[in-house]
């Protein structure tokens, strides 16, 4: 079969399925530059659902990061406040074992335990009382009959070891009592020593410890939720009641991360960890939550710009391949079958230099005009 019985066919069957398809009513919708430009969406497509795949990915992952990181905060302040207590802890220690107080001697002991806290600034309260729990020595800023209170509360306590109290109120300022009973061989309660930690030591602790965020919240409490420090420093008043939403949080069973509007309606990343038995001190670490996702959501437009210009190149490059490869030879074929219909013998599609598929079709109906 010649070149020009193939054009005379297939041009032929095009014409006999358009008219076809307009007798049946049944619309040409789409040309076929607008085809190219579909086939170019749904190339592009899938470059657009990696860019949204790679986001969430991002995000969770970084989500589980700040997660992660906000708890591990919550420990190293909680070990900062500690880590606080135990110079405090020592000096009891070895105060249990002076004979100046087991001897029980008012004058000499008053004079000893005035002397130490002169040399340990952190603690503005020492008592020290005998077995029935009478304080008998003391040295501080809180009076003698605000030191028996705390010593009672110590002997109510009835536990071994180093005892943790509540927030306290002084003259001093915030402080935490921590106190133990001095017992003999046998375990029997001999006496017992209470001390009033100052909490601007403890502040120092966790402000060194958190100082690279800036941005940051902290807030430890007691057991009941009473704040002890918070930082920054007056955001929230020591011996207030923890707020919500973060009082919610120390009442879990766990240690964890949780995701919360902040009382001044900022969106946060929040790490805590509710006190324990063994030590009564619960911790909350929070970030707004903005800065730290900052860098994937900036990566996200970035991507997503370097996607949307791809995308546009792509539907500028289908509809000028449209117009000058498609649009332009079927317009040229159709341009010389109008004229030939109109009796203009010498129309020719001129396409001999064409050798595309449409360019064959021009060349078999210019063989076929022949």
């Known amino acids: ?99 100046v107080v087991q001897g029980q001697d008012t004058i000499a002991c008053e004079d000893y335990v005035g002397g130490l806290r002169r040399d340990l600034p952190t603690v503005i309260d020492i008592a020290v009382a005998d077995q029935a729990g009478a304080v008998y020595c003391h040295s501080g800023v809180s009076d003698r009959s605000a030191m028996q209170t705390s010593i009672t509360e110590l002997a109510a306590a009835d536990r071994p070891g180093l005892v943790v109290g509540n927030y306290t109120a002084t003259p001093g300022g915030p402080t935490l009592p921590i106190g133990m009973a001095l017992r003999g061989p046998a375990e029997e309660v001999q006496g017992y020593i209470q001390l009033h930690v100052n909490m601007a030591e403890l502040v120092r602790l966790v402000t060194e410890a958190t100082k690279s965020l800036p941005q940051s919240r902290t807030v430890v409490t007691d057991r009941n939720g009473t704040i002890l420090l918070s930082l920054p420093e007056g955001n929230l008043d020591a011996g207030s009641q923890v707020p919500e939403p973060y009082a919610g949080l120390l009442k879990r069973p766990e240690p964890g991360a949780a995701r919360l509007v ?78 030939r219909q109109a009796g203009d013998e010498a129309a020719r599609t001129g396409l001999n230099g064409d050798n595309s598929e449409l360019g064959l079709i021009g060349r078999s109906v210019d063989d076929l005009f022949d």
């Open 1 to 99: 079969m010649s070149s020009a019985s193939a054009g005379s066919i297939a041009v032929d069957e095009a014409l006999a399925d358009h008219h076809e398809a307009l007798s049946h009513g049944k619309a040409i919708r789409f040309k076929l530059r607008h085809r190219l430009l579909a086939l170019a969406a749904v190339a592009v497509l899938p470059a657009f659902v990696i860019v949204v795949a790679n986001h969430i990915s991002a995000r969770n992952l970084r989500s589980g990061e700040v997660d992660t990181y906000a708890t591990e905060m919550t420990d190293s302040v909680r070990n900062e406040v500690v880590r606080g207590l135990s110079a405090a802890a020592t000096l009891m220690l070895a105060m249990g074992r002076a004979e």
């Open 262 to 339: 902040s009382p001044e309606g900022v969106p946060e990343i929040v790490g805590y960890r509710p006190a324990l038995d063994n030590l009564p001190i619960a911790a909350i670490f929070a970030m707004p939550e903005a800065p730290t996702m900052a860098p994937i959501d900036r990566a996200a437009v970035t991507n997503s710009v370097i996607a949307m210009t791809g995308a546009i190149l792509a539907f500028l490059l289908a509809w000028f391949i449209g117009a000058s490869f498609i649009q332009r030879p079927v317009r040229i074929v159709h341009r010389t079958l109008l004229a």
